[in-house]
């Protein structure tokens, strides 16, 4: 499976992105799809992970109710659509992928990896 992430940049304290994970290679509903992120000098942390068929998702608690995760397997694209967003959501965002597993907040679960996009969320 390969995985390109795109859609970061640099946006005001509150505002909006959304994020797009292109996947390739396998068939994407049996992949679990994972965002990541990274600040600098900071450990990966986990954001939002979606099952396969896009019917399960789960949140860390720094995010819930201020992101969402969706996917849409006819275009093999998993989204994250980040709102109301904050200077500590400043990173590097990370989509992962984990073939025939269930869902999980762990990196080490995930087996493929896209090349990280920048999200700065400036003052």
């Known amino acids: 499976v390969q995985l390109q992430a795109s859609g970061g940049g640099l946006v005001q304290t509150g505002g909006s992105l959304r994020l797009s994970c292109a996947a390739s290679?396998?068939?994407?509903?049996?992949?679990?799809i994972g965002w990541f992120r990274q600040a600098p000098g900071k450990e990966r942390d986990f954001v939002a992970t979606?099952?396969?068929?896009?019917?399960?998702?789960s949140y860390a608690d720094s995010v819930k109710g201020r992101f969402t995760i969706a996917r849409d397997n006819a275009k093999n694209t998993v989204y994250l659509q980040m709102n109301s967003l904050k200077p500590e959501d400043t990173a590097v965002y990370y989509c992962?992928?984990?073939?025939?597993?269930?869902?999980?907040?762990?990196?080490?679960?995930?087996?493929?990896w896209g090349q990280g996009t920048l999200v700065t969320v400036s003052s």
């Open positions: 979606i099952s396969g068929g896009g019917n399960a998702v």
């Open positions: 290679g396998s068939t994407f509903s049996d992949v679990v």
């Open positions: 992962a992928g984990r073939p025939f597993g269930l869902r999980s907040s762990r990196a080490t679960d995930y087996t493929y």
